[in-house]
């Protein structure tokens, strides 16, 4: 079994919806699609209130390079453009639109799946492209950009992360048992960018065997390897994964192409499979709705724009008990503070989270026992982030690797002064990069 070799930590699990097949969440009658669901800057929207629109329509077009389209998730009208509460915290631009109840397809879209083998790499990327399909473990950094790195970069090696290390969440392990075949067709797509003979891998944690059985199946037909990761937080960020499949480190200031690699979440090549296939625009996605306290725990296949108001009334409202919601996992999600944001093309899942499960006590002082630099998977020095942070020297922290960070937060989760280090981690870049800008105005 293999696994990065320094730090991490092991939380408790909590996969209490791993056996839990995907529903479908009905169409909720209003949705609010936000412009803003990738790295980079809000899609420029070329819809106006009073439209009709078709399911697969193009409401949103991506605004430069780093960007990406948003389109309709049903048919319907678009009754307002405006700003609105987004699941990453702030207000973002979103467009309203009213569902007319026939969820009826654009022409051309969701087609019958074509053999695209016969399309050139140029094709393949457009499609990806004009599918808006960004990564969907988190990043949302554009997938046409990510698939075509500088001429100068030799990729040898691509990795399907399906490692889902995050507690709680089970939307990828789902997708991994459900539609092992799309994932593997999505992995080809990507495989066959590269001119470079490319290694293939599929890294999926141990505590997945059914996911690893259904994707082992298709290993005889596509030369690829599912790699055996150890059940270890945090397995699936990416330098980690990289580091547990390949052994190779990706240095402070390297990206994973520097190292010849390329990773992908499993959701992601399932949505180029879709995209490049089916002409279907990335418009949809699995969620985990979980926590200690709720009873209807769910994977639900839910469409972009779905209102956490609306997941909450599917799945029976939310006992009083319950004072936080999350989206994403509990290691690196956001705590919300309007159930009126929306799913977006990086939900991974809503948890409920009651005071039980939450250390309430206040920060202390650090009693330098070492423990958050022995979980830091980035072999940095936490405590001092936090020291430094609290005595406002932020001109110091970038010398000390402050953004080689990835704020996975294991030094946070095992600090017994409960002291709030990736709160002054976060703190600390917002400065820092604000006052580069500053200085570069
Ligand atoms: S949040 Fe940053 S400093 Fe803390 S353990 Fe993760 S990488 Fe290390
Ligand atoms: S784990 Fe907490 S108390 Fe221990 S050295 Fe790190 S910051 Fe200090």
């Given at each position: 079994m293999k696994t990065f070799k320094i730090g991490g930590i092991h939380p408790p699990e909590n996969k209490l919806t791993e056996g839990n097949s995907i529903e479908v969440l009905p169409i909720p009658s209003e949705l609010a699609i936000p412009?803003?669901?990738?790295?980079?800057k809000p899609a420029k929207p070329v819809v106006k209130a009073g439209q009709r629109v078709k399911k697969g329509e193009l409401i949103g077009e991506a605004d430069g390079f780093i960007s990406a389209n948003v389109h309709a998730t049903t048919s319907g009208t678009i009754k307002a453009i405006k700003s609105h509460p987004h699941p990453g915290g702030q207000y973002a631009p979103t467009v309203f639109l009213e569902s007319d109840g026939q969820d009826e397809w654009l022409d051309g879209c969701n087609t019958e799946p074509q053999d695209w083998q016969s399309f050139s790499k140029e094709d393949i990327l457009n499609r990806i492209k004009a599918a808006g399909?960004?990564?969907?473990?988190?990043?949302?950094?554009?997938t046409n950009v990510k698939l075509a790195p500088p001429k100068d970069k030799v990729i040898d090696t691509v990795i399907l992360n399906g490692a889902e290390c995050e507690p709680f969440l089970t939307s990828d392990h789902r997708l991994m048992v459900e539609e092992p075949e799309g994932i593997i067709e999505g992995l080809k797509i990507i495989t066959s960018l590269f001119s470079t003979p490319v290694k293939a891998y599929v890294g999926v944690e141990a505590n997945k065997k059914d996911a690893i059985e259904a994707l082992a199946k298709y290993a005889s037909s596509y030369n690829f390897e599912v790699v055996q990761l150890e059940t270890k937080y945090p397995q699936g960020a990416e330098k980690q994964l990289i580091n547990s499949i390949t052994g190779r480190k990706i240095q402070e200031g390297e990206l994973p192409f520097d190292k010849g690699c390329i990773v992908n979440n499993v959701g992601t090549a399932f949505a180029v499979y879709e995209a490049v296939?089916?002409?279907?625009?990335?418009?949809e996605r699995v969620v985990t709705v979980s926590g200690i306290e709720i009873q209807a725990k769910k994977n639900l296949k839910v469409i972009i724009g779905t209102m956490f108001s609306d997941i909450i009334s599917a799945c029976g409202n939310i006992p009083g008990t319950v004072n936080q919601v999350i989206s994403?996992?509990?290691?690196m999600g956001k705590a919300q503070y309007s159930f009126e944001a929306s799913i977006i093309k990086t939900s991974s899942g809503i948890l409920f989270i009651n005071n039980e499960g939450l250390d309430t006590s206040r920060e202390r002082t650090c009693i330098r026992c070492g423990k958050c630099v022995e979980a830091c998977p980035q072999e940095l020095q936490p405590w001092l982030f936090t020291n430094l942070a609290q005595r406002r020297e932020f001109d110091e922290l970038p010398a000390y690797g402050l953004f080689n960070c990835t704020e996975c937060g294991s030094c946070t989760y095992v600090c017994p002064s409960k002291r709030e280090i990736v709160h002054w981690i976060k703190y600390s870049k917002a400065i820092v990069n604000n006052r580069k800008k500053r200085k570069s105005a």
């Open positions: 412009l803003l669901q990738h790295l980079g399909v960004v990564g969907m473990g988190g990043a949302g950094f554009p296939c089916k002409n279907k625009p990335l418009i994403g996992g509990p290691m």
